[in-house]
T-cell receptor, first 110, second 109 residues
Framework: GIQVEQSPPDLILQEGANSTLRCNFS?????LQWFHQNPWGQLINLFY???GTKQNGRLSATTVATERYSLLYISSSQTTDSGVYFC????????????FGRGTQLTVWP | DVKVTQSSRYLVKRTGEKVFLECVQD?????MFWYRQDPGLGLRLIYF???????EKGDIPEGYSVSREKKERFSLILESASTNQTSMYLC????????FGSGTRLTVV
């Protein structure tokens, strides 16, 4: 399988701070997604980003597929950003299992 | 937006019971997946399906079975629930990216 490593494992911020989360993967992939798991356990899709850069409000993501990493940027963090951020990758066209990283636990204090 | 609906948020069952977890998606996706999530072990794939009546084992299929009689519905079945199946169960759907349901926290007592 594909190894997915996320860093840092834990991150504690004050509201308003910026942060960068990193995802490294061990092999070429066709797809990469960033998810946020909220305190109730739901996995919410943030970005589908096999390559390039995307932005959605205060969040943006960049994937450099040739160098096998992706970055998630959170700007002006808010307490509602707290939770676990997962990176997941797979290869194959439509069928293929997702390989998840262990996640980054983000805590934002007011 | 794609919607993936899991029938229950919380479920408590007794050891030995047969348990059905239901998942419905509304975007005509061929692919559907069942995961369980446990502290320290991350998300693990139980079963997936790439078409009606088709199923493939994931990484931890033992003690589980699945049913896909209609394209929009993928059911996970615990034939005889055991305490080590207490977990968070997550269903997902998608042909490229994946969309997850809100999860079912199952407790087996």
């Amino acid at each position: 399988g594909i190894q997915v490593e996320q860093s840092p494992p834990d991150l504690i911020l004050q509201e308003g701070a910026n942060s960068t989360l990193r995802c490294n993967f061990s092999d070429s992939v066709n797809n990469l997604q960033w998810f946020h798991q909220n305190p109730w356990g739901q996995l919410i899709n943030l970005f589908y980003i096999p390559s390039g850069t995307k932005q959605n409000g205060r969040l943006s993501a960049t994937t450099v597929a040739t160098e096998r990493y992706s970055l998630l940027y959170i700007s002006s963090s808010q307490t509602t950003d707290s939770g676990v951020y997962f990176c997941a990758v797979f290869r194959g066209s439509t069928l293929g299992r997702l390989y998840f990283g262990r996640g980054t636990q983000l805590t934002v204090w007011p | 937006d794609v919607k993936v609906t899991q029938s229950s948020r919380y479920l408590v069952k007794r050891t030995g019971e047969k348990v059905f977890l239901e998942c419905v998606q509304d975007m005509d996706h061929e692919n559907m997946f069942w995961y369980r999530q446990d502290p320290g072990l991350g998300l693990r794939l139980i079963y997936f399906s790439y078409d009606v009546k088709m199923k493939e084992k994931g990484d931890i299929p033992e003690g589980y079975s699945v049913s896909r009689e209609k394209k929009e519905r993928f059911s996970l079945i615990l034939e005889s629930a055991s305490t080590n199946q207490t977990s968070m169960y997550l269903c997902a759907s998608g042909n490229r990216g994946r969309t997850f349901g809100s999860g079912t926290r199952l407790t087996v007592v």
